[in-house]
């Protein structure tokens, strides 16, 4: 069945960098759009960033020039792709669950939640200041 699963969370002070990765397993990176969405306590989920298939992208206005999605696919037994989230100038603003999605087919608003069909675990950025 399809599977992501995130990493690259942590703790980090304003200012500094991360960098997220949801691998995808049981179906072909490069025929599905993907995102990433965040979550902080009290607050709806929103979408960060997100990439169509061909490799357009999309960014929620606050992270612009801060934040980058790519994606790579990968030959193997396991894996078919990682879906990556640089995140750089990072502000306390940033905290929050970080969810890696993929839907399949094509959408044409990338940042509605309600689009996508398969979602990770989430992963906690914590940015202090």
């Known amino acids: 069945h399809v599977q992501l699963v995130e990493s690259g969370g942590g703790s980090v002070q304003a200012g500094g960098s991360l960098r997220l990765s949801c691998a995808a397993s049981e179906f072909t990176i490069d025929s599905t759009y993907m995102g990433w969405f965040r979550q902080s306590p009290g607050k709806e989920r929103e979408a960060v960033a997100a990439?169509?298939?061909?490799?357009?992208?999309?960014?929620?206005?606050?992270v612009k020039g801060r934040f980058t999605i790519s994606k790579q696919s990968i030959e193997g037994k396991n894996a078919e792709g990682i879906l990556w989230l640089q995140m750089g100038s990072l502000e306390p603003d940033d905290t929050a669950v970080y969810y890696c999605a993929a839907g399949r087919g094509w959408v044409r608003r990338l940042f509605v939640a309600d689009n996508y069909h398969y979602w990770g675990q989430g992963t906690q950025v914590t940015v202090s200041s």
């Open positions: 990439i169509r298939t061909e490799g357009t992208t999309w960014y929620l206005e606050s």
